[in-house]
């Protein structure tokens, strides 16, 4: 009897283990065979979200499964992305990444729990988003090199959407590059933000472009420039921070982006695989209309392509934080 | 109005009715679950108006918002769990008038506060958007400041029978609040190392463990209770009473616009002010918090008076106030349309059919609620044995699903404790949550302020801030005064007899 159930145990294991083997060989093939889920580490209803279920229903589409919206929000995007980090390692389970889990929250964090380089394997690097410097249509400033003359007496304010957002960073990288002094207040997300600046509040913001164009277009803000290091196609005439002509700000690049990575051991096939079905989905008519309204530009590229960028993103954001001296203990 | 014509054309069709008959009553009935709030549901509901026109669409979510704001009354009256936090000053009058028996009651005179409230409300964000919306950009941080202080001035009417314990329970209810990320260096507090805690206690969690649970675990301790099985409730709100009640409904269909214009000031407060006010001021004031419809009346007007004023700064400003406007924000961007003065120029007939579209959705919350409460109002007939395992199951299944969290469920039992320990020991369970939802803006604003100026007299720099600092002040001496003399005619009471 003993014998026999050794035996067994043998035999059990002895299956595992070629179940174990076999597995990822046969997983790139036939992946995908069920439901896919997006990790999104915000609530349901914001910009990420409404992202990603837009790119859930094309995906679907596109590789015939279902793909659904999972929504783990807390502690500032990093829990869900802790959650997304340790999900089962197979193809099923991708993660909706941003500027803030992939770029600031390492630098902020000391005591992340999750590796962003280690933990995930980048996919498709989907849209990115400029952040747009904007004053009250009041304010005697109309241009970078105006504001900055009236900031150097001191007293100036920058609101953001909160401590660690693009928009709060975006804010400390100009101050630093420009060494001008500018007391920042935070507020909850950027509907608390703005209309603290039209009451003039606060003086300056760099403000999600999505979220400012409004008040841009009914001429309520003036928008100084934007952020990134090419004039965004929502407002052509608006130079650039990087093209402004003051000294320190050559080459500002600072900007919202979201792009789908997977667990780190996920099968290179599988991660192919989604990367060519996603560079599809945002190529479909359904995603430019959608990325168009939102004033994102669509991005696209190769996991390589995505992995290099999301080094230049944690190195940037790292030195900013440092010099700022943001950082959550 | 020609641009009337069209609107009133663009509305006027299948889809447009359909949608709102659907939104409202999907709203209601989310609303009336634990733990999934309105705000949940319209988001979910974003991905199917995709394919929708854009006035449909936007009044699918509108009516999901309307129906979810009404809908957290349900359960807070039924079973003490509120839908939403800010249900919960409803469960102060509603429950203990459905443990009198008088659910239908409690629930009729809800619904009929929520709808002229909503109606008032529509009126106000049609015909007043732009006076109101230039008032609201007003209140910047010292403003919003005084106006917390005045709000916070309501846990005197909400104390109960010790105002003491009350004030205990408020100061606790701040304290929780401080868990988390501080706004503005990001700082640590009271998260010791835990993730789950670093931005904050979830409030639906502490919500339904400070209310529902108590109740349950009140139940099983007390295992001997008799089963109390009760006919069906057919009691009304007669229209004497409902004329009584009117000008309290009024007025906190005022407060509700008022705070409902105001970028992230929010639901909660509007109910809490409302229902402070109308104690304040009732001539039935030793009732409240014993089962007095007036109390239902207040907290439901306050609270549902938001819905409509919400859009106001959304459709004339551009600015979402609250997550759900945000989300409605969203749909309008997906048709390519920017809410703001631009629409008025513009679309000025989609605005026109937006307009019909949400007055109409009043009279459908008002038939869309009547029915829910015919179906709802047995659950006050279930016996407790049956009916509280059930009710113990939405609190877990609502605590975990806003967040998808354990965590989440954990918070809830732990707070339940702490609830029935209020409970046991007299101590008002109200106060701590206005104490927990307004102490981050108390806190913020006051922050903000000090960042926004080095001067102490930014605290002084406008008419609102006057305005608000008197009120705060006569709030806190008329509100003690009644309080004091209150107590002094109960124990003269208990002294006679």
């Known amino acids: 009897m003993a014998t026999s159930l050794k035996n067994m145990k043998a035999a059990v294991l002895g299956l595992a283990a070629a179940a174990a083997l076999a597995l990822p060989a046969v997983a790139a093939d036939d992946w995908p065979s069920k439901r896919l889920t997006i990790i999104v580490p915000y609530s349901a209803g914001g910009a990420t979200d409404v992202l990603a279920r837009q790119v859930a229903e094309l995906l679907g589409n596109d590789l015939d499964e279902t793909v659904t919206v999972e929504n783990r929000p807390g502690a500032g995007a990093t829990l869900g992305t802790t959650q997304a980090a340790i999900a089962r390692p197979d193809g099923y389970t991708l993660f909706m990444g941003q500027v803030s889990s992939h770029g600031i929250?390492?630098?902020?964090?000391?005591?992340?729990?999750?590796?962003?380089?280690?933990?995930?394997?980048?996919?498709?690097?989907?849209?990115?988003?400029?952040?747009?410097?904007v004053v009250n249509q009041e304010s005697s400033a109309t241009s970078v090199a105006e504001f900055i003359t009236m900031a150097r007496d001191g007293g100036m304010t920058f609101g953001s959407s909160g401590v660690g957002s693009s928009i709060h960073l975006s804010g400390e990288m100009f101050k630093s590059r420009t060494g001008l002094e500018l007391t920042h207040v935070p507020f909850r997300g950027s509907g608390e933000a703005v209309p603290a600046l039209l009451a003039g509040d606060v003086d300056v913001m760099f403000d999600n472009l999505p979220s400012a164009i409004p008040h841009i277009q009914s001429g309520a803000l003036r928008a100084l420039a934007v952020t990134t290091p090419e004039p965004a196609e929502a407002l052509p005439e608006v130079g650039t921070l990087s093209e402004s002509g003051i000294d320190g700000l050559e080459g500002f690049a600072a900007r919202s982006w979201f792009g789908i990575l997977v667990q780190d051991d996920v099968d290179p096939g599988i991660v192919a695989k989604l990367s060519d079905a996603l560079n599809r989905v945002i190529a479909t008519p359904e995603f430019e209309a959608f990325a168009e309204t939102r004033g994102a530009q669509i991005e696209g590229g190769t996991p390589q392509a995505f992995a290099s960028f999301i080094d230049e993103e944690l190195e940037k954001w790292r030195v900013v934080v440092d010099e700022a001296g943001v950082s959550v203990e | 109005m020609d641009a009337l014509l069209q609107g009133l054309e663009l509305f006027l069709s299948v889809e447009n009715f359909v949608a709102i008959a659907i939104g409202v009553a999907v709203g209601v009935i989310v609303g009336s679950i634990p733990g999934l709030t309105a705000t949940m549901a319209v988001a979910l509901a974003l991905p199917f108006t995709f394919g929708l026109d854009p006035v449909t669409s936007i009044l699918l979510l509108v009516g999901i918002y309307k129906g979810g704001v009404y809908g957290g009354s349900i359960?807070?009256?039924?079973?003490?769990?509120?839908?939403?936090?800010?249900?919960?000053?409803?469960?102060?009058?509603?429950?203990?008038?459905?443990?009198?028996?008088?659910?239908?009651?409690?629930l009729k005179m809800a619904l009929y506060a929520s709808c002229t409230a909503d109606l008032v409300s529509n009126l106000a964000l049609i015909f007043l958007a732009g006076t109101i919306a230039s008032f609201a950009l007003q209140f910047g941080a010292p403003e919003y400041f005084w106006l917390i202080c005045f709000s916070l001035t309501v846990v005197i009417s909400i104390s109960g029978t010790s105002l003491l314990k009350g004030l205990v329970s408020g100061l606790l209810g701040l304290l929780v609040s401080t868990v988390g990320l501080d706004l503005v260096y990001g700082t640590q507090r009271f998260t010791f190392d835990n993730f789950n805690l670093m931005s904050g206690v979830s409030y639906i969690p502490l919500l339904i463990g400070l209310f529902a649970l108590p109740e349950v675990i009140d139940f099983y301790l007390r295992k001997a209770k008799p089963l109390a099985v009760r006919g069906a409730d057919a009691s009304r709100v007669s229209w004497p009473e409902f004329r009584r009640c009117l000008p309290t409904i009024l007025r906190g269909s005022g407060i509700g616009v008022a705070i409902g214009a105001i970028p992230g000031a929010g639901a909660t407060a509007a109910a809490f002010l409302s229902y402070g006010e109308a104690k304040r001021t009732s001539k039935r004031r030793e009732n409240f918090g014993k089962g007095e419809i007036e109390g239902v009346a207040a907290a439901e007007s306050g609270n549902n008076g938001v819905a409509g004023a919400t859009l106001i700064p959304l459709l004339s400003l551009g600015i979402p106030g609250d997550v759900v406007t945000a989300v409605i924000l969203g749909a309008f961007m997906l048709h390519g349309l920017t809410p703001g003065p631009l629409m008025f120029e513009q679309n000025l007939d989609m605005i026109y059919a937006i307009f019909v579209g949400i007055l109409f959705?009043?009279?459908?919350?008002?038939?869309?609620?009547?029915?829910?409460?015919?179906?709802?109002?047995?659950?006050?007939d279930v016996p407790p044995?049956?009916?509280?395992?059930?009710?113990?199951?939405?609190?877990?299944?609502?605590?975990?699903?806003?967040?998808?969290?354990?965590?989440?469920?954990?918070?809830?039992?732990?707070?339940?404790?702490?609830?029935f320990i209020m409970m046991r020991i007299g101590?008002?369970?109200?106060?701590?949550?206005?104490?927990?939802?307004?102490?981050?803006?108390?806190e913020d604003n006051l922050r903000r302020s000090f960042l926004i100026s080095d001067d102490l007299g930014v605290f002084l720099r406008s008419p609102i801030c006057w305005i608000f600092i008197a009120l705060t002040v006569f709030s806190l001496i008329v509100g003690l005064r009644r309080e004091y003399q209150m107590r002094r005619t109960a124990k003269a009471v208990e002294a006679d007899s």
């Open chain 1, 105 to 133: 929250a390492p630098a902020v964090y000391k005591n992340l729990q999750y590796d962003p380089i280690e933990d995930f394997s980048p996919v498709t690097l989907l849209i990115s988003i400029p952040n747009v410097m």
């Open chain 2, 75 to 106: 359960t807070a009256i039924l079973v003490k769990a509120p839908g939403t936090p800010a249900a919960a000053c409803s469960v102060l009058d509603g429950y203990p008038l459905a443990q009198s028996g008088k659910a239908g009651k409690a």
């Open chain 2, 361 to 380: 959705s009043s009279v459908v919350l008002l038939i869309a609620g009547s029915v829910a409460i015919r179906q709802f109002v047995r659950i006050a």
């Open chain 2, 385 to 419: 044995h049956i009916l509280l395992p059930v009710v113990l199951l939405f609190c877990v299944f609502g605590s975990y699903a806003v967040q998808n969290q354990m965590f989440d469920i954990l918070v809830m039992f732990a707070f339940g404790i702490v609830g």
């Open chain 2, 427 to 442: 101590m008002a369970a109200a106060p701590f949550l206005i104490g927990f939802i307004l102490g981050p803006l108390f």
